[in-house]
């Protein structure tokens, strides 16, 4: 079974830490990929890296930077946090499909707060 | 733009009754996935189905089944006879090809909600 591991499943931070969210996956899979869920809104895209050391963002990066030095492990880093990055952050891995698309496989979810 | 919408917010259903999520999506890629996944309250994503735009065949997986209508933009979701462990928050997805990455535009989610 594919593993997706999410260092913490909740984290309380204050406004102006910086924040560090780590997400490791033991499937050898090209693609990761950070969400964050909130409420009527879904699952929104920040950064996605399909390769080590390559980094794409998504749909709302503002706030966000991303780090991939090895390939099971892609981290999301808060540089400054703020009370409006509070909600649950999600990471996700796939396999690289030449001909078809891979389903992307989830962690638990790290709930955040930011006081 | 890619858009999925599930219209459905919340949806409440007494155990066995049958039930439909929809899913209504945009993309103007000829080729293109779409997916289901399951949030149950520990709150991991669960993957439940793919499904290739060129493939409109109906797919029935035990109590699961789903209807892809390409003429309709829709990829619905039916859960027969409905048990109280079915009781999550379900995402339809639509996949974009970015980069030899696969990017999923999700909807708003539907929360189901089974009564015993």
């Known amino acids: 079974d594919v593993k997706v591991t999410q260092s913490s499943r909740y984290l309380v931070k204050r406004t102006g830490e910086k924040v560090f969210l780590e997400c490791v996956q033991d499937m050898d899979h090209e693609n990761m990929f950070w969400y964050r869920q909130d409420p009527g809104l879904g699952l929104r895209l920040i950064y996605f890296s399909y390769d080590v050391k390559m980094k794409e963002k998504g749909d709302i990066p503002e706030g966000y930077s991303v780090s991939r030095e090895k390939k099971e492990r892609f981290s999301l880093i808060l540089e400054s946090a703020s009370t409006n990055q509070t909600s649950m952050y999600l990471c996700a891995s796939s396999f690289h499909g030449v001909t078809d698309n891979q389903p992307q496989h989830f962690g638990d979810g790290t709930r955040l707060s930011i006081l | 733009a890619q858009k999925v919408t599930q219209a459905q917010t919340e949806i409440s259903v007494v155990e066995k009754e049958d039930v439909t999520l929809d899913c209504v999506y945009e993309?103007?890629?000829?080729?293109?996935?779409l997916f289901w996944y399951k949030q149950p309250p520990s709150g991991e994503l669960v993957f439940l189905i793919r499904r290739n735009s060129f493939d409109e065949q109906n797919e029935i997986s035990g109590r699961y089944s789903w209807n892809f209508q390409k003429s309709t933009s829709s990829f619905n979701f039916t859960i027969t006879a409905s048990q109280v462990v079915d009781s999550a928050v379900y995402f339809c997805?639509?996949?974009?090809?970015?980069?030899?990455?696969?990017?999923?535009?999700f909807g708003q989610g539907t929360r189901l909600t089974i009564n015993p």
């Open positions: 993309t103007r890629d000829t080729t293109y996935y």
């Open positions: 997805a639509l996949s974009e090809r970015i980069q030899g990455a696969q990017k999923l535009v």
